[in-house]
Structures are given as structure tokens and as C-alpha cells.
């Protein structure tokens, strides 16, 4: 049998409390028919300075817990989910921006799609009242989780979810601040939870929004990117490491191409291109070594199948990082040759100015070379110990007699 447990987080809302308080309790009879015969609400007072936990008191149904000063909205949600009774745990806002009448539809989804996180997404096609300037950047958010961890998301952080009390562990930690959704979000998806979205209507709120659009959004951006980096680095890292290599591969076929027709001469963009793309392979590649060995460092902590490849998946047969070790020794070598050619050729009597552009060439691919070597050697170190614990298992178990 399945219990549903409603938390409202409330900060100073007075003014919409009580109506949001009735549209949750008047639900219980669909919540009945759609397979959930039990229901809770919770209301967590974040240290309120108005009249919101008098009014919520007047509710004998309801059971008030409250902080003795505001610790925002993600701590007055976990406070309400450790408190709570049931299997499956559900929230929305206070300020009435959230339809409480569809918690019925999606405790059904959970229940019969045996999701673990089910969201009211407010950009999946039923009317929605949500702000042009939210809109965009809950528009730019969705697709920056998605990009980062390859599965589709419309709503990041929307604020009414129902999800089942056991993937809690895999969830946590979360925020204590208003970036609580979108880490959640981020969090469901690396770990692998079944997440579903339905649509749901989102209106204009009651009173004045505590949601500040610059700060808050710079907290949903760093929240993200440090949370996808806690589970796939290459994804982030390798991204613009490959980003930048790309730059710099095009810039130099550009001056090998001048050099090639002769021209030895570069203008001030021409010598700006050229170091601009020195910098950009050696910066890019090491960028994306270093993403590939956070993988293995990431892989050891949460002991699991090493994240492969910048699509969550091998791009090539083998993952680009097993290439390191022979790509990096022959750009050792062909840098090294380059270098003592043009060394040979300065001898000889060729002008320095038809040999500088070789020689920091040579300089450039050698160090290009030396960091794919230390990083191939750091992974296959970091590969052996994440192996470990198997191999000592099998060991100890010794080799079948037949």
C-alpha cells in the first residue's frame, strides 16, 4: 500500500498558505483512486517573520515543523523528507505557482511506470504562466543538463516532484538553497534513476518572488557543472578540451597551408594565429587528459565501470584515452625529429626566419606528447586500482578445476 507524503517549504507566505494548504488536502480522494489510500502533508516553517505557521497551526490535519531561523528552501525540503512517513515523497512551492491537482497524475506514473522520480515539467505542453526571463533560463538550464549527461530533460527545476522515499541515498547531499532542484536533477540522472516528466500547468505566484534571476542563476549554473563533475569530468573538461584542440588544428592547417605556398612572412594576426594555436593544442589537450583522468579518480570513489567517451559512451571501439601512450610517443618522436631537422637545416646556412615557425612547431608537439605520456601512465595506474578489489577476489577464489 502506498502513502504519499506532501512537504510545502514556506518562507513568509502568509498570504497564499492556506489557499495552497486546502488544494492539498482537498486531493486525497483522486489520490485514493490512483492507488495512494494514504496521505500526509507537512508543512516546514523556514523561520518565517509573518503570520505563515499561525495560519498553518489552524490546520489540525497538517503537522507544522518549524526552523527557528530560515535555512532555505532545500533545508526546510529535507528537514520535511526526514520527517516524513511515507513511500513516496512529494513537494511543491507554497506561493500557489504549482497545481497540487496533479499529484494524482503522477503518483500514478510513478506507481505504474515504477519511476523514481516523477516532475511536473512546466515546458512539456500545458499552459504555463511562467515568466519569459525564467522561461529562457530554465530553457538554457534543461539543455545543459542534458547535454552534460546525455539524456533529455525539459524542466530542471521545477519545484513539484513526487519521487519514492529509497533513492533518497542516491540523491543526497543536496543543497540547502533554492539550486536543490536543479542538483537533484543532476544527481537523478548520473545515477541512473528511472525520471519521468509530466506536463502540468504552472501559474503567476502569490506575492513577491524570492528567486533572484543573476544570483541564483550563477548558483544553478555552479551547482550543475560541479555536480555533472562529481560524476563524468570528461564530459565537462573533454568538451572543451576537444573544443580548443579543434580551434588550433584549423588555425595551424591554415599557416601550414601560407608556409607550404611559400610564404614565410607572417603579419601580426599571422604570428597571434600561430601562438594562439600552440596554445590551444597544449592547453586543449591537457584540458582533456585531465577530465580523462578525473574519470578514473571518480570511478575509484563511487566504485563503478569507468564513464567512457565524451558522449557517456565509447566514441571509437577503444576509448580515446587507451591512445594516449602511442600517440604521445610519436609526437614525442616527430617533435623531437622536427626540431633537430630544422636544427640541422640552421646549420646549413637557412635563414632563421624560414625556421622559427618549425622549431616552436617541434617545441609545441613535444609537449603535446609528454602530457599524453604521464596522463596514459596516470590512468593505467588509476585502471589497475579500481581493478583491484576483483582481482583479489578472484585470487582468493582461485581458477576452476574444470
Known sequence: MHALSVVIPAYNEENGISDIVDRVL???????????????????????RDRTAEIVAGYPSVRLIRH????????????????????????????????????????????????????????????????????IGNFFFANLISLISNHRI??????????????????????????????????????????????????????RSKLSVVRDGTRFLNSIIWTAMNYNPVRILGGIGAAAITLAASIAVILVVMRLQGITTLGPWGIFGFFAAGAGLVSGVSVFSL?????????????????????????????????????????????????VVALILGL??????????????????????????????????????????ELVEGDLNGYPTK
Not at 485514493?32 to 523561520?47: C, F, H, K, R, W
Not at 500557489?96 to 512546466?122: H, M
Not at 606528447?369 to 579500481?386: K, P, R, T
Open 154 to 207: 525539459s524542466d530542471s527545476s521545477s519545484g513539484m516532484r513526487v519521487l519514492r522515499r529509497e533513492v533518497l541515498p542516491a540523491l543526497y547531499p543536496l543543497p540547502d538553497g533554492l539550486n536543490f532542484t536543479p542538483v537533484m536533477s543532476t544527481r537523478a540522472l548520473h545515477e541512473g534513476l528511472n525520471m519521468v516528466e509530466v506536463p502540468i500547468t504552472y501559474s503567476e505566484r502569490v506575492g
Open 68 to 135: 527557528a531561523t530560515n535555512k532555505g528552501y532545500g533545508a526546510a525540503l529535507k528537514t520535511g523528507f526526514s520527517n516524513a512517513t511515507g513511500n513516496l515523497l512529494a513537494f511543491l512551492d507554497a506561493d500557489g505557482t504549482y497545481p497540487p491537482e496533479f499529484f494524482p497524475k503522477l503518483c500514478r506514473v510513478a506507481i505504474e511506470q515504477e519511476a523514481d522520480l516523477v516532475i511536473g515539467s512546466r515546458m512539456a505542453g500545458e499552459d504555463s504562466e511562467m515568466p519569459a526571463t525564467r522561461r
Open 26 to 48: 482537498s486531493v486525497k480522494e483522486p489520490l485514493a483512486e490512483a492507488g495512494v489510500p494514504e496521505m500526509e502533508l507537512i508543512v516546514v516553517d523556514d523561520g518565517s
Open 291 to 339: 577530465g580523462a583522468t578525473f574519470n578514473y579518480l571518480v570511478s575509484l570513489f563511487h566504485k563503478r565501470p569507468i564513464r567512457q567517451g565524451l558522449l557517456g559512451r565509447p566514441v571509437f571501439r577503444t576509448p580515446l584515452e587507451k591512445h594516449f601512450g602511442w600517440v604521445g610517443l610519436l609526437a614525442l618522436v616527430g617533435g623531437s625529429l622536427l626540431g
Open 348 to 389: 646549413t646556412g637557412w635563414d632563421i626566419s624560414r625556421l622559427w615557425f618549425w622549431m616552436v612547431s617541434s617545441v609545441m608537439t613535444v609537449l603535446v606528447g609528454l602530457q599524453l605520456v604521464i596522463s596514459w601512465f596516470i590512468m593505467q595506474v588509476l585502471a589497475e586500482l579500481s581493478q583491484r578489489e
